[in-house]
């Protein structure tokens, strides 16, 4: 069975420089109803005016994942890590025992796009943490891409939690398919595009779950770009 979270039901934030949608609850949007799924707990997809951005702000006990779509994300922190986060770069901030970031549209002209994933980690009170990686448009074409794993396998960036996450860039017609085993749920978020999840249709800024041992099939309708989030079973599923 899937379920559906159409990009149109979700709670969205607008503040003249940014325009949020949350698939989750997030700040001042809260649904009872979606709170997260397994380890999920955030999926924000921002959209940041040029030269605006998050002023200094603090996490802990978080795996904070940016995926950017267009545009150039920078980034700076109290760990000393400083980046401009790209398309084809995945960044994982480990917010542990604690850390202030910072992160703000670099171009002074064209917008940003990305998205902001929270994972709950394994365990509280780690040691802050930053890895960025780039895993070019090539790798991602036409199949499904391992860039985040509990054990960094396949070159894919560590996350401190069971989750496989895998990233595509689908060509119109192309099918890619993964094999969900018993006990595990996914989550597929499109980023672009529009592809038919085990049938059902998702458009950009859709998510679903599905919980079904068994393969997921993914078919892009047009070019699309998306991510999927293999994940253990928990009781927030």
Do not use: C
């Amino acid at each position: 069975m899937i379920r559906i979270r159409r990009s149109e039901e979700r709670g969205r934030t607008r503040i003249g420089w940014l325009d949020s949608a949350h698939t989750f609850s997030f700040g001042g949007y809260q649904d009872a109803d979606h709170m997260g799924f397994s380890v999920l707990r955030v999926i924000n997809e921002d959209r940041v005016a040029p030269a605006k951005g998050f002023d200094p702000h603090s996490h802990r006990d978080m795996e904070i994942v940016s995926y950017v779509v267009s545009g150039a994300l920078a980034h700076k922190d109290s760990m000393g890590t400083g980046s401009v986060i790209r398309p084809g770069d995945l960044q994982r901030m480990t917010a542990g025992t604690g850390v202030t970031h910072s992160e703000y549209n670099e171009s002074s002209d064209q917008p940003v796009h990305f998205l902001q994933i929270w994972i709950l980690p394994e365990r509280d009170g780690a040691e802050p943490g930053y890895e960025q990686k780039q895993f070019d448009a090539a790798s991602r074409r036409n199949r499904l891409r391992l860039v985040a794993s509990r054990d960094a396998r396949d070159g894919s960036i560590t996350i401190h939690q069971d989750v496989d996450l895998y990233a595509s860039l689908l060509s119109k017609g192309e099918r890619v398919v993964h094999a969900l085993r018993p006990g595990r749920h996914a989550w597929l978020q499109v980023a672009r595009g529009e592809v038919a999840f085990n049938g059902e249709t998702l458009r950009q800024g859709d998510g679903a779950a599905v919980g079904n041992p068994g393969p997921i099939t993914i078919e892009a309708s047009v070019d699309a770009e998306f991510l999927l989030f293999d994940m253990l079973k928990s009781a927030a599923a």
